[in-house]
């Protein structure tokens, strides 16, 4: 039966950094650490005063600003927005943006994924990149109300004008909140025919404490700390003693979800409602 060994658990707040050319950096998430093959990690803090310069090469990156820098900013096609906590930029490769931590250094959680086979694109463009915050995201709101998320790149997630949210398979990824007693279905992910190996799969916490399940036995995680589960292996997430925010990243985003629990609000998850009274949305999540 799979226990609580076959996940990797790592603590961002004491794993060893190195520098780089703009702070610091610590891997949190790599093939070498955690058996992850379409997914790489870091933690970067760029020191206050300095720049990071990030070239997409031939892959695609995911930045997520975790703190609020003071002045801190994001330029990107010629545009530049405030780093704000929760913002960031999505680039496609051959794409580049610069990260300025002005007034007090600035963290991010940078994602870096291979670019993906057609057929995981499923006929995605797979690009151009953009901007995004929280205020551009859409809420989603599961059946039970104990769990609200805010993707920052899903290929299936619609825009309020119609448009996808993501022009890409190779990521999804995104905020996810749980209110006290919170919790997923207990569950797995599998592969695809267009992805046989599965997805890398992973969970960052933020703020609260959670409980990770896997089979009989359980990890409480802090703040900080990041969960990969390999696929196939059956997982719950619910928050301990408060509410739990995190991040939740899936690469390639090809696979297959299966409900283990019993539950009977299993994965339905609807739109926020624009205003008082309107009919809840379903999002498609085909």
Request: glycine share 10%; charged share 20%; net charge negative.
């Amino acid at each position: 039966m799979p226990g609580i060994n076959d996940i990797s658990i790592i603590d961002s707040n004491i794993v060893a950094t190195r520098p780089f050319e703009s702070g610091t950096e610590a891997i949190l998430c790599s093939r070498d650490l955690c058996g992850a093959n379409n997914l790489t990690i870091y933690k970067r803090t760029i020191a206050k005063g300095r720049y990071f310069d990030l070239e997409a090469g031939a892959q695609y990156h995911l930045v997520y600003v975790l703190q609020t820098p003071a002045e801190g900013h994001i330029q990107f096609e010629n545009q530049t927005v405030p780093a704000e906590e929760g913002a960031g930029v999505l680039l496609a490769p051959s794409e580049s943006a610069r990260f300025e931590a002005s007034g007090s250094d600035m963290h991010i959680l940078h994602m870096v994924v291979p670019k993906p086979p057609a057929a995981v694109e499923a006929g995605l463009p797979g690009g151009p990149g953009y901007f995004f915050n929280r205020k551009s995201l859409r809420v989603l709101t599961d059946a039970s109300g104990g769990r609200i998320r805010r993707f920052c790149a899903e290929s299936s997630v619609r825009l309020r004008n119609g448009s996808r949210l993501t022009p890409t398979n190779a990521i999804q990824a995104g905020e996810m909140h749980y209110v006290e007693g919170g919790s997923s279905p207990y569950h797995l992910h599998e592969g695809t025919e267009a992805n046989p190996g599965g997805a890398a799969h992973c969970y960052m916490t933020f703020k609260g404490r959670g409980v990770v399940e896997v089979g009989n036995e359980s990890r409480e995680i802090e703040p900080g700390t990041l969960v990969y589960f390999p696929p196939g292996i059956p997982h719950r997430l619910r928050s301990h003693g408060g509410s739990l925010d995190y991040f939740e990243i899936q690469a390639w985003r090809s696979f297959k979800t299966t409900v283990l629990s019993e539950e009977p609000m299993g994965l339905r998850w609807y739109y926020e409602c624009e205003r008082p009274g309107d009919e809840p949305v379903e999002w498609n999540q085909s």
